[in-house]
Nanobody
Framework: QVRLVESGGEVVQAGGSLRLTCLVSGRFIASYAMGWFRQAPGKEREFVAAISWTGDTYNADSVKGRFTISRDNPKNTVYLQMNNLNPEDTAVYYC???????????????WGQGTQVTVSS
């Protein structure tokens, strides 16, 4: 059984930083693409960042220069370092694992339950 568990979400002031963690069990992430998505209140879920099994990364325009995705294969863990946060980053952040390095949700076949990030102004 594949499980993804996110952690690290909390309330932070604008301009602050957070690091989200996604711990995966039941699947060795070294052979899969990993992604982060987010869903703000009243909005559809959107792509944030992805990392391929070779370490290539791709970020949404809205987070370029501020967010960094990384992976630690021996720990079967993926991270999202978020800097210079602003209130528009407030959302539930989801980790996903899948066979295709892409920004579309359909590229990922397993998802976590999400972690809440709230940025206060």
């Amino acid at each position: 059984q594949v499980r993804l568990v996110e952690s690290g979400g909390e309330v932070v002031q604008a301009g602050g930083s957070l690091r989200l963690t996604c711990l995966v069990s039941g699947r060795f992430i070294a052979s899969y693409a990993m992604g982060w998505f987010r869903q703000a209140p009243g909005k559809e879920r959107e792509f944030v960042a992805a990392i391929s099994w070779t370490g290539d990364t791709y970020n949404a325009d809205s987070v370029k220069g501020r967010f960094t995705i990384s992976r630690d294969n021996p720990k079967n863990t993926v991270y999202l370092q978020m800097n210079n946060l602003n209130p528009e980053d407030t959302a539930v952040y989801y980790c996903a694992s899948g066979p295709k390095f892409h920004w579309t949700e359909s590229s990922y076949d397993y998802w976590g339950q999400g972690t809440q990030v709230t940025v206060s102004s």
